[in-house]
T-cell receptor, first 110, second 114 residues
Framework: GNSVTQMEGPVTLSEEAFLTINCTYTATGYPSLFWYVQYPGEGLQLLLKATKADDKGSNKGFEATYRKETTSFHLEKGSVQVSDSAVYFCARSGAQKLVFGQGTRLTINP | DVKVTQSSRYLVKRTGEKVFLECVQDMDHENMFWYRQDPGLGLRLIYFSYDVKMKEKGDIPEGYSVSREKKERFSLILESASTNQTSMYLC?????????????FGSGTRLTVV
């Protein structure tokens, strides 16, 4: 079936550390891939997306590359800030619905 | 920008009450969705709708119903609230071109049933 598997959290890093949150998907066809971010007490916001293989989505210093050969869409940031503390969700397009991963809670300490 | 507005950020209701959670979007989106979010369980789809007066069950519809009388409004109804329905509820909308644009979410309603 269609599913999304994310790195289990929680993840705790120090400010300015390098971040990777892994995401892999199963799919038939060629889905679009998304990362959403949820700040405390808020709904989800679209962070970045990629719609075809080898596309790189980027926003606010975050990047993710659509890797068809490894069915992955890992989220990276070179230097995290305390304000990046949030829950991050990977998602893929499905039959008129998005399929979400379980979410990864990220905490950045000063 | 698309706005999805959920009528309440926080609600406290008593067991057995009938509860209405309202969601309104302002971009003429066809598709609307209700999820609940619980620690360790991620997002779980309750109901969704692709058009006015149309509804489809998601993964956990038991104990819930929905209403979509107008395109912009999608209401989630808890017929008789129970404590296990205490949760964060998230509404989302999308155009049919979800492939390119994904969903837009509301800010969420945190419901406590006592």
């Amino acid at each position: 079936g269609n599913s999304v598997t994310q790195m289990e959290g929680p993840v705790t890093l120090s400010e300015e550390a390098f971040l990777t949150i892994n995401c892999t998907y199963t799919a038939t066809g060629y889905p679009s891939l998304f990362w959403y971010v949820q700040y405390p007490g808020e709904g989800l916001q679209l962070l970045l997306k990629a719609t075809k293989a080898d596309d790189k989505g980027s926003n606010k210093g975050f990047e993710a590359t659509y890797r068809k050969e490894t069915t992955s869409f890992h989220l990276e940031k070179g230097s995290v800030q305390v304000s990046d503390s949030a829950v991050y969700f990977c998602a893929r397009s499905g039959a008129q619905k998005l399929v979400f991963g379980q979410g990864t809670r990220l905490t950045i300490n000063p | 920008d698309v706005k999805v507005t959920q009528s309440s950020r926080y609600l406290v209701k008593r067991t057995g009450e009938k509860v209405f959670l309202e969601c309104v979007q302002d971009m003429d989106h066809e598709n609307m969705f209700w999820y609940r979010q619980d620690p360790g369980l991620g997002l779980r789809l309750i109901y969704f709708s692709y058009d006015v007066k149309m509804k489809e069950k998601g993964d956990i519809p038991e104990g819930y119903s929905v209403s979509r009388e107008k395109k912009e409004r999608f209401s989630l109804i808890l017929e008789s609230a129970s404590t296990n329905q205490t949760s964060m509820y998230l509404c989302a909308s999308s155009s049919p071109d979800m492939y390119n644009y994904g969903y837009t979410f509301g800010s969420g309603t945190r419901l406590t049933v006592v």
